[in-house]
């Protein structure tokens, strides 16, 4: 597709300055969009039809040709912008050049559970942007039906989560709920058990027996405190990830990856 870069749209341009407010959580909110930035979260969102404004520089335009040439076969709105606009739009401190305006791809509680799920991430008061993004991308990377997150989080179609998700966003059902005690009842009424990860479970990870040979919702709980007891006595079962060296804890996102791998593994022979 072949793109006039002779007027690019600057910094200045309506149509910048409105994208780039959707870095901020009022901007998304009031204009019902969010904003994908580089070359894995921009295809993907081109791909499954989330998109529909493209902005890219010409140095990018040539990079990710491919890209906007789908953008242009989809009917998404595909605009040429200045490197100092696309500094505008850019969240990351070194930018890709090309970024997307996306429709809202957030799910429901009750959506997510009509699919019947069988292994579920639950990120419980997860702050860290990028523990959120790699979550997400974890959960499609074992094939997770849908990674929630429950209570008060960091917002799944930020800026620094989209970027995190390499594009997962847009592959797999993601939810957010305030709720959490809401979220485990449903999760619980659609015959899920819910496993709260812990330091000290009566479930061994390394020994679990037929405990995870079941349809699953793992709650990972806030980076600092973990999950807090209420939210250990509602779940089903809490389990323990066994650390052999030195390492007083793990990282949440690693530690998620080792419960959604097992839990994978156990499911697909089931």
């Known amino acids: 597709m072949a793109l006039d870069f002779a007027q690019p749209f600057t910094e ?10 959707l870095k901020r959580s009022a901007g998304r909110r009031k204009a019902k969009a969010f904003l994908a930035e580089g070359e894995n979260a921009v295809e993907a969102a081109v ?3 989330a998109a529909t404004d493209l902005f890219v520089t010409a140095e990018a335009a040539e ?13 998404v709105y595909v605009h040429a912008i200045t490197d100092k606009a696309a500094e505008h739009l850019a969240d990351a401190v070194t930018h890709t050049g090309i970024f ?3 429709r809202p791809v957030l799910w429901t509680v009750p959506a997510i559970l009509k699919g019947k799920p069988k292994l579920v991430a639950v990120c ?4 860290d942007p990028g523990n959120a993004g790699t979550i997400i991308r974890i959960a499609d990377a074992v094939g997770a039906d849908a990674v929630i997150f429950a209570g008060d989080t960091v917002d799944p ?23 959490v005690r809401r979220v485990v009842g449903q999760l619980e009424g659609a015959g899920l058990a819910t ?13 679990p027996g037929d405990g995870l040979a079941r349809p699953t919702a793992w709650l990972f709980g806030n980076e600092a405190h973990g999950l807090d007891p209420e939210e250990l006595d509602a779940a089903t079962a809490r389990v323990s990830i066994p650390i052999h060296g030195n390492a007083e804890s793990l990282n949440l996102a690693t ?4 419960c959604l791998w097992e839990s994978s593994k156990a499911l697909g022979d089931c």
Do not use: Q, W
């Open 12 to 21: 200045r341009t309506p149509r910048v300055v409105n994208a780039a407010k």
């Open 47 to 49: 791909a499954t039809g």
């Open 63 to 75: 990079r990710y040709e491919e890209i906007v040439r789908a953008a242009g076969y989809t009917d």
């Open 100 to 102: 997307a305006v996306c």
């Open 124 to 127: 419980v008061e997860t702050s």
């Open 157 to 179: 179609e930020a800026p620094k989560v989209v970027r995190s998700t390499a594009g997962s966003l847009f592959h797999i059902p993601v939810a957010r709920d305030r709720e």
């Open 195 to 207: 496993l709260a990860t812990t330091m000290s479970g009566e479930l061994n990870l390394a020994e």
């Open 255 to 258: 530690a998620a990856a080792i």
